[in-house]
């Protein structure tokens, strides 16, 4: 064992195992072996938990403090000749700008958010220690690094879709931060094998840290492009890196506000599809604002710890036919509609064809009394491939039952693609004269889980009896209507009166005033069929929205050409007014609260610590809707660490740097209590620290890595994110978490006059091993991008290619697993 010392109590015998900084803060001399590990490993678990929750709180610091953003004044754009002109329309003379270049933010505050724990690890351990070198912290680095660079990538390969793939676009980038982390092994490696074998000396341990702002430099000029030629920009593309800072975001956003003429043209778009609410359009135009936000991993990372802890979600959660509208847009554009046909596109998976659909096929019909039994249809749409089953009961009116006709009780089955049923409805004729009655009928879904069944708009008839025996006459029911223009379309009754017998039909045509048909409305022309002792029918006419203002307009339909007998009644035309919203500037301004309410449910990070206090308690941030049993038990789970870490002072405050340092130092704290918590319980089952370090505390630390570059390989078109992100943290970890605590201790004893002694067997082979399969690695990355057997991409591609690159991955990682453990022995 690894583990040379005790741990000293004032009386009795010594411990079996070493003490930490902090731990044990019991007596735990008499306590059995099993039930300390037991003990240990559950805490030691639930402390990763816990700096995954608080390194997410520190992450959104982070975030608040790098979107902070300045105006820039836009210079007008030159001709040829010299002279100046305006810019266009489209562009605003004032923009605002992020004050942090994406790729410095990437390397300093965002790639030391994901891997401040094990930083601060190495270092508290070392300084803790009375500034002597330390198993537990070096090889966390090391370990995670080769879990990063093997197992994380040889995840993201396999989180793709059958053929998808993903390619790194910027590989100068990528390969600057992947040369620069492999020197910085090398480096290690030499300076603990070669040049002072044993001895860290000052300049060395300098050197390791000065290679850090090194880095940045390097990285910082590969992005500006101060080596070899830039990328081209058209002549309207500022020089101001607008792509990182949400462009594409423009269809709504101006200057970094939403922008009322854009969001009224996205919500004229989605309104073409049926049943859409403003509040179903704001949720779209908030779910499509942040779907085109530029993401980066720390993004993605803090919406995995979110996930497996049952906190706020960062990604909207759409209802099922909203998803299917949005999939829609995304697949046909901004525009989300067939512009040849100009009609939105049919919709594959909505309750049209998810449920049979269910009712009568009229709502009212009137019968003789001497008429005896008569039959009423019901009918199916909608899902016909399956059985639907529906009760049909009576519900007296004026007619009773017993007295006016048969009480109604009956269940009808459909059969498979079985469209009508009919139910025979008996009539009582006592000889008695009577005004008109009435009775009703109603459906009703009889529940079985098998069967997906709904009711349509006439679940419930109303039955006439009368005396009459004429065909009729039709008419309008009403001489004019009013509708407002944003309720999307107006029903017309038309009613047959003075009989009922037989079927008959009647024409409709749609007459131009001061509406016009395809601006104003659909209209056009048709004919309605009433069938035997139906008497009243509904006319539906579309009505468009195009959301300005203006005055109200008409048009008439026109009501001619009877058949069967029936004739046309006195009010054969109607008149339909359009009338705009009463306000319209209150309509657009509330679907724009709307978009913005949406929007900032979805914030990294809240405004107060009323709001941090209440998400944290609220399973799935207070969305119960989307709350699944398994978000329950992960709230459960982690409540405890969300409720404590809420207390932290929201970003809000002093522009995010309070939330910054505050959740740093309890990081700090919390990895002090997980590396005594891992040496200890390694020793109480045998392990080494450095076996401990590259297992359990460096898979720990990196499950929220493993999930957020999972989730940010699937979102994004290109692999930059995942891979830039996983080389960037690996060059940090080691030239901040190694390279900064060799620093403090170098300096420590070089003012003592003494020298900071690292035996080179502890990390030497670490070091050494992990960066022969970073070699081997990357090759196997840089094969994959130039052979079409993988798809000439570094994640995905084609199903064998993956599945080769994923078996050479987790080979080489239990290969380094397994010497490195072996070592220890």
């Not at 450095?690 to 297992?695: C, E, G, K, Q, R």
Request: hydrophobic fraction near 45%; glycine fraction near 8%.
């Amino acid at each position: 064992m690894g583990h040379g010392n005790t741990s000293s109590y004032p009386w009795g015998p010594n411990d079996v195992c070493p003490g930490g900084l902090i731990l044990p803060i019991l007596d735990e001399r008499l306590w059995p072996i099993k039930v300390r590990v037991a003990v240990y490993l559950f805490t030691l678990l639930y402390f990763l938990l816990g700096i995954s929750i608080v390194a997410d709180v520190f992450m959104t610091a982070i975030d608040k403090i790098t979107s902070h953003t300045k105006k820039v004044y836009l210079a007008k754009e030159l001709k040829p000749n010299g002279s100046d002109v305006s810019l266009r329309p489209d562009q605003p003379e004032v923009i605002e700008v992020r004050i942090w270049n994406p790729t410095i933010a990437n390397l300093t505050l965002m790639a030391l958010g994901t891997s401040s724990p094990e930083i601060l690890l190495s270092i508290i351990e070392t300084v803790g220690h009375h500034f002597e070198a330390r198993k537990l912290g070096p090889n966390i680095i090391v370990g995670s690094a080769a879990f990063n660079l093997l197992i994380i990538t040889s995840l993201c390969t396999l989180s793709l879709g059958l053929n998808e793939k993903r390619r790194i676009h910027d590989l100068k980038v990528f390969l600057v931060i992947g040369a620069f982390s492999f020197f910085a092994y090398i480096w290690l490696l030499l300076i603990i094998e070669v040049i002072s074998p044993n001895v860290i000396e000052l300049w060395e341990a300098a050197a390791t840290f000065l290679l850090f702002p090194i880095l940045m430099f390097f990285a910082y000029a590969t992005d500006q492009n101060w080596c070899g030629k830039g990328t081209e920009h058209n002549t309207h593309q500022l020089d101001l890196d607008l792509g990182q800072n949400g462009t594409k975001n423009q269809f709504i956003l101006n200057n970094g506000k939403i922008d009322k003429e854009n969001l009224i043209k996205f919500v004229k778009n989605v309104k073409k599809y049926s049943g859409i609410t403003d509040a179903d359009a704001a949720k779209l135009a908030a779910t499509k604002l942040i779907d085109s936000t530029h993401r980066g991993a720390m993004w993605y990372r803090i919406g995995a710890v979110r996930r497996f802890t049952g906190g706020k979600q960062i990604e909207p959660v759409l209802e099922d036919h909203l998803r299917q509208v949005y999939d829609v847009i995304k697949k046909n554009g901004e525009n989300g509609y067939d512009t040849l046909n100009h009609k939105p596109p049919s919709l594959s998976q909505n309750d049209e064809t998810k449920y049979a659909i269910i009712e009568f096929h009229a709502p009212t019909i009137a019968v003789n009394e001497n008429i005896g039994r008569f039959p009423v249809t019901i009918w199916r749409h909608g899902n016909l491939d399956t059985k639907a089953t529906v009760r049909v009961d009576s519900i007296n009116g004026t007619a009773k039952e017993g007295e006016d006709f048969v009480k109604v009780k009956e269940i009808v089955e459909f059969k498979e693609n079985e469209e009508e049923k009919e139910i025979c409805i008996e009539i009582l004729d006592d000889n008695k004269w009577e005004p008109d009655e009435e009775f009703f009928l109603r459906l009703s879904v009889v529940h079985r889980k098998d069967l997906s069944v709904k009711l349509g708009c006439i679940s419930i008839m109303e039955v006439t009896i009368i005396d009459n025996d004429e065909p009729g006459i039709i008419s309008f029911g009403k001489r004019g209507l009013l509708v407002k223009e944003s309720t999307g379309f107006v029903e017309v009754p038309i009613v047959r009166t003075h009989g009922s017998d037989s079927e008959v039909s009647v024409k409709w045509k749609t007459i131009d005033e001061s509406a016009i048909s395809g601006r104003d409305y659909i209209g056009g022309e048709g004919e309605i069929i009433f069938k035997d002792k139906e008497v009243a029918k509904i006319l539906r006419i579309e009505i468009i929205n195009d959301m300005c203002p203006e005055k109200d307009e008409c048009f008439e339909i026109k009501l001619f050409e009877t058949t069967g007998g029936a004739r046309i009644g006195n009010v054969n035309r109607i008149a339909i007014t359009i009338s705009s919203d009463d306000d319209f500037d209150s309509v657009v301004d509330r679907l724009m609260l709307l978009t913005n309410i949406n929007i900032h449910a979805l914030e990294l990070h809240r405004q107060t610590w009323a709001e941090q206090i209440k998400t944290a308690m609220t399973v799935n941030g207070g969305d119960l809707t989307n709350a699944t049993t398994l978000t329950y038990v992960l709230h459960f789970f982690s409540f405890f660490w969300k409720v404590i870490f809420a207390f932290i002072p929201p970003a809000a405050v002093f522009s995010g740097w309070l939330r910054f340092f505050t959740s740093l130092t309890l990081i700090g704290v919390m990895a002090t209590i997980i590396g005594d918590l891992a040496t200890i319980f390694g020793c109480l089952i045998g392990l080494d620290d450095a076996v401990t370090a590259i297992t359990i505390v460096a898979l720990g630390m990196s499950l929220p890595d493993i999930l957020g570059a999972c989730m940010v390989t699937r979102a994004e078109t290109h692999a930059d994110e995942a891979m830039i992100h996983i080389a960037g943290s690996i060059a940090v970890k080691v030239l901040m978490g190694v390279g900064l605590p060799w620093f403090i201790s170098a300096l420590y004893h070089y003012s003592h006059g003494n020298l900071f002694e690292i035996p080179s067997t502890r990390i030497g082979f670490n070091v050494l091993l992990y960066s022969v399969m970073a070699i081997l690695a990357v090759t196997v990355l840089m094969v994959r991008r130039n052979v079409e057997f993988f798809g000439k991409a570094e994640l995905g591609g084609p199903t064998k290619g993956r599945y080769i690159t994923v078996a050479i991955l987790i080979s080489l990682w239990l290969i380094y697993l397994s010497l490195t453990c072996f070592q220890t022995f």
